[in-house]
T-cell receptor
Framework: DGGITQSPKYLFRKEGQNVTLSCEQNLNHDAMYWYRQDPGQGLRLIYY???????QKGDIAEGYSVSREKKESFPLTVTSAQKNPTAFYLC?????????????FGPGTRLTVL | AQSVSQHNHHVILSEAASLELGCNYS??????LFWYVQYPGQHLQLLLKYFSGDPLVKGIKGFEAEFIKSKFSFNLRKPSVQWSDTAEYFC??????????????FGTGTRLKVLA
């Protein structure tokens, strides 16, 4: 079964703790993305990676970090520096050939910081 | 800066009513256009997309969208909605930037509720 998996589905953390969200894909896609979805604000890009060992900041990267050590994996760490971390986080991937191809999304992780 | 506007945040319709959701974008260059749908508890999935050619694009589940370049619009339509169309709909554009790369920009979404 090909697709994108995100774990866990729900995550609770105390304020001040770092937390890492998992994203794995077996679609052999080169590019991977992290978005944050808040009610009434749509999807906002946090980070993206077009190739292994390289990634770029999106529009709201402050307080987040990522790594891309393997093609299949693109974990997102929400650090204590992120002021409003409670949100729904979506991971996506796509091929780079062609550049215009569609993004495919994972099921998301809902993070609640208490 | 590039942006996408979805003017209707919440829409409530009765079954069999016609649907039109507005989407406008601000970018003067080459763009690719998408509509995504998020059913309750499900993944965000592609409804339809426009890259080039016929500006009237047909997607899954009877949806269609028309690209009007002069109006920077890509409105989503369905002649007769069903209860199962209850979902959140996102318009997205993928402009070709001067750097030669593409960047996805999403609208804020429209929540559609269809009453049985």
């Amino acid at each position: 079964d090909g697709g994108i998996t995100q774990s866990p589905k729900y995550l609770f953390r105390k304020e001040g703790q770092n937390v890492t969200l998992s994203c794995e894909q077996n679609l052999n896609h080169d590019a991977m993305y992290w978005y944050r979805q808040d009610p009434g604000q749509g999807l906002r890009l946090i980070y993206y990676s077009q190739i292994v060992n390289d990634f770029q900041k999106g529009d709201i990267a402050e307080g987040y970090s990522v790594s891309r050590e393997k093609k299949e994996s693109f974990p997102l760490t929400v650090t204590s520096a992120q002021k409003n971390p409670t949100a729904f986080y979506l991971c996506a991937s796509k091929t780079e050939v062609p550049l215009t191809d569609t993004q495919y999304f994972g099921p998301g992780t809902r993070l609640t910081v208490l | 800066a590039q942006s996408v506007s979805q003017h209707n945040h919440h829409v409530i319709l009765s079954e069999a009513a016609s649907l039109e959701l507005g989407c406008n974008y601000s970018y003067g260059g080459t763009v690719n256009l998408f509509w995504y749908v998020q059913y309750p508890g499900q993944h965000l999935q592609l409804l339809l997309k426009y890259f080039s050619g016929d500006p009237l694009v047909k997607g899954i589940k009877g949806f269609e969208a028309e690209f009007i370049k002069s109006k920077f619009s890509f409105n989503l339509r369905k002649p007769s909605v069903q209860w199962s169309d209850t979902a959140e709909y996102f318009c997205a554009v993928n402009p070709l930037l001067p750097s030669g790369t593409y960047k996805y920009i999403f609208g804020t979404g429209t929540r559609l509720k269809v009453l049985a």
